[in-house]
């Protein structure tokens, strides 16, 4: 399984490794080919491509461990590497080139269970008992390079696509930092879940959020591609409804 998310975005050393300074997302343009293999393209504000691709070969799934694993190590947190994807579970990546810009792993509620139910079992059989269907999110990590609301934007809404519309999931939990916890709040609309508890795997305190995916399907309706809203959350950032659209076509085929 994997472990507490890592706090937002980072700001040392912007752009150093990379000579780019990723800061806002755009839908991807006529002109710009997606791949076989990548589920979607996004911009920066100097309109240089990055990639969102699905981990699901050794050379990616490494290079996203290294990413988790450093990241994780500079915050003080244990991380183990990424596993192998199994049953409905699935890692994106956000990608410039051949390096690993952020992360995360989105996980339905199946047999094998949730992660976050290790720590909070009690809060996790309630929710199952008033029959909500739930996934979480985990294995976040983003390169220092990365400064601004671009790449997160994507990579969340890619998640959201593939729980909300592939697995009709009506909530995401997700178990992070209690110093975290606002960021996650304000930028997405989660709310509170459980009290603050020590996730033994990561050997750190830990509070749960849950964030209900109807909240986010209406503000991705009023606000996804709309960048110069003068919104504090990343829903301006995430793609509009026709490239949204195409990317889960690309989904279904993973």
Not at 156 to 170: D, I, S
Not at 216 to 239: D, K, V
Request: glycine share 8%.
């Amino acid at each position: 399984m994997s472990e507490t998310l890592a706090a937002g975005v980072a700001t040392r050393n912007p752009g150093a490794r990379h000579g780019h300074t990723l800061r806002r997302a755009r839908a991807y343009q006529p002109y710009v080919a997606v791949e076989p293999g990548d589920v979607a393209v996004a911009f920066d504000d100097d309109e240089n491509p990055f990639t969102l691709k699905v981990v699901d070969d050794p050379h990616r799934r490494t290079d996203a461990s290294s990413l988790i694993q450093r990241r994780y190590a500079w915050r003080g947190y244990a991380a183990s590497p990424l596993e192998v994807a199994a049953g409905s579970r699935v890692t994106l990546a956000a990608c410039l080139d051949d390096t690993t810009l952020a992360t995360i792993t989105a996980t339905p509620d199946g047999q094998d269970g949730l992660y976050v139910a290790g720590v909070y079992p009690d809060t996790v059989a309630a929710l199952r008992t008033d029959g909500r269907r739930l996934c979480e999110f985990t294995k976040l990590a983003v390169d220092e390079s990365v400064r601004s609301h671009a790449v997160l934007g994507a990579i969340f809404h890619v998640a959201f696509m593939y729980v909300y519309q592939l697995h009709r999931c009506t909530d995401v939990l997700i178990e992070v930092n209690p110093r975290h916890a606002r960021f996650y709040q304000r930028m997405l609309g989660f709310e509170s879940a459980g009290d603050e508890r020590y996730d033994p795997a990561v050997g750190a305190a830990a509070v749960l959020l849950r964030l209900d995916l109807a909240h986010s399907a209406r503000e991705i309706a009023r606000l996804a591609g709309q960048r110069h809203q003068r919104e504090r959350s990343f829903y301006p950032y995430f793609f509009g409804p026709e490239d949204a659209a195409d990317i889960v076509g690309r989904l279904h085929g993973h």
